[in-house]
T-cell receptor
């Protein structure tokens, strides 16, 4: 079936490094993608989003890249900090606004100082 | 703090029992979504309500039901509980201005013994 998935279940980096978390999706009709961060014991927290008519969007220390040709998106975190340690999920919206999100299984980012 | 409130934070019960999880969306948000998060399945969409009416159903078991009340809070009812229902249950809400972005509560951890 159609789903959003992540390439790596875990990623370990050193403080100050740049982190890249990848996600593949299978439905070329998906038109909206979101990255969420989930810290231990908390709910998913919105980080950044991107629409299918864009290929790059930047936030504070984060950048999302969308490659529709290969159905791939990535989350880049600059100067990774220990507070960035969490599970990161990509999610896609395959329908109209206000419809459910389909989540990938997540990548656990561990940042060591 | 996302503004979405879920109670209780933890729930321990026995197989065969029935429980009710409660969610208060962000002020003004009309859409409420319920998700289940288990270790092996990731975040799975269960059901969505919009302004009191059911909008979409996902992988929700027949033993589970939900409703949204006139004050927009929502309840998820889980009955005839089984060991496999142990999971984190998240509620999310979204507003009409940004219907794609869903804001999540801290979740209810359900343990069925």
């Amino acid at each position: 079936g159609e789903s959003v998935g992540l390439h790596l279940p875990t990623l370990s980096v050193q403080e100050g490094d740049n982190s890249i978390i990848n996600c593949a999706y299978s439905n070329s009709a998906s038109d909206y993608f979101i990255w969420y961060k989930q810290e231990s014991g908390k709910g998913p927290q919105f980080i950044i989003d991107i629409r299918s008519n864009m290929d790059k969007r930047q936030g504070q220390r984060v950048t999302v890249l969308l490659n529709k040709t290969v159905k791939h998106l990535s989350l880049q975190i600059a100067a990774t900090q220990p507070g960035d340690s969490a599970v990161y999920f990509c999610a896609e919206n395959m329908g109209l606004p206000g419809t459910a999100l389909i989540f990938g299984k997540g990548t656990t980012l561990s940042v060591s100082s | 703090d996302s503004g979405v409130t879920q109670t209780p934070k933890h729930l321990i019960t026995a197989t065969g029992q029935r429980v009710t999880l409660r969610c208060s969306p962000r002020s003004g948000d009309l859409s409420v979504y319920w998700y289940q998060q288990s270790l092996d399945q990731g975040l799975q969409f269960l059901i969505q309500y919009y302004n009191g009416e059911e909008r979409a159903k996902g992988n929700i078991l027949e033993r589970f039901s939900a409703q949204q009340f006139p004050d927009l809070h929502s309840e998820l009812n889980l009955s005839s509980l089984e060991l496999g229902d142990s999971a984190l249950y998240f509620c999310a809400s979204s507003d009409s201005g940004s219907l794609y972005i869903q804001y999540f509560g801290a979740g209810t951890r359900l343990s069925v013994l």
